[in-house]
């Protein structure tokens, strides 16, 4: 059974800082996926990573994959407030249509 | 594009009623799946297909039923809700094969059982 977990649940940050939030899975995977969810809101598809090394980087926000290690980290640098919101990583088995989830880090950055 | 969308944004039911979710993506989309979301957690997957006429059991798929007749509509059916269903639902499409398989989401339907 695919288990996916996120570390830390929770998270409080300064603006200006830097931070990283760790997604481990337990089996074999070539698809890691990362959202971000405002309260209320839906999932907004942050990165899909396909391979292994695979780094993409959006504005603050940087993930990275390490299928050999299972492991997937989503850096944030110089925190701003706009990125206050759960972020989720989600890993694909096989096709795409499965997802499996972790249980969320909820970000929050204060001034 | 609209996207995927969801119908009822919100609903309230009773213990034992039967109601269906509806969804539908206009991005020709091969698969589609249904996630339930729970306080603090992360998404479950309930249903999920691969086209049309084809359709699997996720994590969590008692007390729903699914089918896909059309490749753009994939509905959820509730036989006989009950409180533990209560939670947020989310549909999500995306293309098949060797590809990104992005999942897209729908906006949700908050459900209450009571």
């Known amino acids: 059974e695919l288990k996916v977990e996120q570390n830390p649940l929770f998270l409080s940050m300064q603006e200006g800082k830097n931070y990283t939030i760790y997604c481990n899975y337990s089996t074999t995977s070539d698809r890691l996926y990362w959202y971000r969810q405002d309260p209320g809101k839906s999932l907004e598809s942050l990165f899909v990573l396909l391979s292994n090394g695979a780094v993409k980087q959006e504005g603050r926000l940087m993930a990275s994959l390490d299928t050999k290690a299972r492991l997937s980290t989503l850096h944030i640098t110089a925190a701003v407030h706009d990125l206050s919101a759960t972020y989720f990583c989600a890993v694909a088995k096989t096709s795409g249509s499965r997802l499996t989830f972790g249980e969320g880090t909820q970000l929050t950055v204060n001034p | 594009n609209a996207g995927v969308t969801q119908t009822p944004k919100f609903q309230v039911l009773k213990t034992g009623q039967s109601m269906t979710l509806q969804c539908a993506q206009d991005m020709n989309h091969e698969y589609m799946s249904w996630y339930r979301q729970d306080p603090g957690m992360g998404l479950r997957l309930i249903h999920y297909s691969v086209g049309a006429g084809i359709t699997d059991q996720g994590e969590v798929p008692n007390g729903y039923n699914v089918s896909r007749s059309t490749t753009e509509d994939f509905p959820l059916r509730l036989l006989s809700a009950a409180p533990s269903q209560t939670s947020v639902y989310f549909c999500?499409?995306?293309?098949?094969?060797?590809?990104?398989?992005?999942?897209?989401f729908g906006p949700g339907t908050r459900l209450t059982v009571l």
């Open positions: 999500a499409s995306s293309y098949g094969g060797k590809t990104k398989n992005e999942q897209f």
